[in-house]
C-alpha cells in the first residue's frame, strides 16, 4: 500500500483514460471479450485502487470491503462472452454496482508494456540480460521476451518456485545447462516451438496442454510451468501502483491464488 488518502480524487473515467494511454490499448489487439479499458464505472472519486488478477466474486468482495474506488484487473469480466446477467455473473455486477466501485481490466496491453508488463517484470526477477521482445499473438510482436542466462535447470526451476509461490512443473526435453530463456507469461504453451526458433534452450510459461511434453521433447526444449496465476501478479501490482503514484493515493492487491 502506497500514497496517503485524499480526500478528493480524480473521477473513475479520468483514471481509466489515463490507463488507457500509459498501456496504449487502442494500439494492441486482444482476444475479442478481452475488453481492455473501463468494463464498469464507478460513481466516486477515486482514492483508492484495489488491484487483483481476477475479476471474481472473491475479490470483488475484498475491494468493495476495503472501500477501493477502482478495481484493476488483468484478467476482466467478460471472457464467456455475451451471457445473460444470472448466477455468478449477476452476483459479480450487483456487487460492483452496488459498492459504487469501477473495475478496469489490462489484458495484453499489460503483458506486452516494457516497463510494468507482466513478462519484464518476471525477467527481471531471473536476472535475464540482453533482453530482446519475443513472440507474436494477434498481430502484437514482442508480447514475450527472451534473453541470456547462465544457471542450471535445476537452480532455474528452484527460483521460479520462490518467484512465484508454488512448485514449478518442468519438462526437462532440453540441456542441463540453460543459457537463453524466453518468457510469456500465462497460458503460453502453444509457443514452444516459437521459442526454440528464437534461440531459446528454455521457456517458461504458465500452463500448457498434454500434448506440449512430446512437443517440448521432440523438439529439444526445456518448458517451465510456473502456473498462470503466479506468473501473472507482477504487472497488475506494478500497474496500480503507478496509477496510485500518479494521482496521489493508496492501493491494495488482493492476493487469490488458484493454483492452475
Sequence with gaps: MVGSRAPDGARCR?????????????????????????????????????AATDACQATIDLAAEAGCDLLLVHHGLF???VRPLVGPAYERFRRLVESGM???SAHLPLDAHPRIGNNVLLAAEFDLRDIEPFG???????????????????????????????????????????????IVT????????????AGADTFLTGEGNH???????????????????????LGIR????????????EYIFFDVPTGL
Design 14 to 50: 479520468e483514471v481509466a483514460g489515463w490507463l488507457d494511454d500509459y498501456l496504449c490499448v487502442d494500439e494492441i489487439e486482444d482476444y475479442p471479450f478481452a475488453l481492455n479499458g473501463l468494463q464498469v464505472d464507478g460513481r466516486r472519486p477515486v482514492v483508492r485502487i484495489g
Design 102 to 104: 469501477g473495475l478496469y
Design 186 to 197: 500465462g497460458g503460453a504453451g502453444s509457443m514452444i516451438e516459437a521459442a526454440g526458433v
Design 79 to 81: 471472457w464467456g462472452g
Design 136 to 182: 507474436s499473438f494477434k498481430g502484437n510482436d514482442g508480447i514475450g521476451v527472451i534473453g541470456a542466462i547462465d544457471t542450471s535447470l535445476g537452480e532455474l526451476a528452484a527460483r521460479a518456485e520462490v518467484v512465484c509461490g508454488r512448485v514449478p512443473i518442468v519438462i526437462d526435453g532440453g540441456p542441463g545447462r540453460v543459457s537463453r530463456l524466453a
Design 238 to 249: 506494478a500497474l496500480a501502483e503507478c496509477a496510485a503514484e500518479h494521482f496521489g493515493v
Design 211 to 233: 500434448h506440449t511434453y512430446h512437443e517440448a521433447m521432440e523438439l529439444g526444449i526445456n518448458v517451465i510451468y510456473a502456473g498462470h496465476y503466479a506468473t501473472e501478479t
